[in-house]
Nanobody, 115 residues
Framework: QVQLVESGGGLVQPGGSLRLSCAASGSIFSRSVMGWYRQAPGKQRELVAQITRGGITNYADSVKGRFTISRDNAKNTVYLLMNSLKLEDTAVYYC?????????WGQGTQVAVSS
């Protein structure tokens, strides 16, 4: 089975940057659509960004122009570079792997934006 492990979260001031990483086990990473989701306290989990195996990206309107998703298939890793962070970006960020057969989720990494 696939395992996803997120890292890179932490505390950052408004306007700062963080880069999240998600390392995947298994052999299906390069054949899968990868995504980052987040869940803030008291809110539903929402899509932040996704990237296809061919490199096509999609972003939530709230993060367009600030966040960049990328992937390294050789390392089985997907990244989320978050710039110009806002208080509203505070959430637990989850890595998602989607392929034709199943979806897999990481345990999440906390991002706290605070002054």
């Amino acid at each position: 089975q696939v395992q996803l492990v997120e890292s890179g979260g932490g505390l950052v001031q408004p306007g700062g940057s963080l880069r999240l990483s998600c390392a995947a086990s298994g052999s299906i990473f390069s054949r899968s659509v990868m995504g980052w989701y987040r869940q803030a306290p008291g809110k539903q989990r929402e899509l932040v960004a996704q990237i296809t195996r061919g490199g096509i990206t999609n972003y939530a309107d709230s993060v367009k122009g600030r966040f960049t998703i990328s992937r390294d298939n050789a390392k089985n890793t997907v990244y989320l570079l978050m710039n110009s962070l806002k208080l509203e970006d505070t959430a637990v960020y989850y890595c998602n792997l989607h392929n034709i057969n199943a979806d897999y989720w990481g345990q999440g990494t906390q991002v706290a934006v605070s002054s």
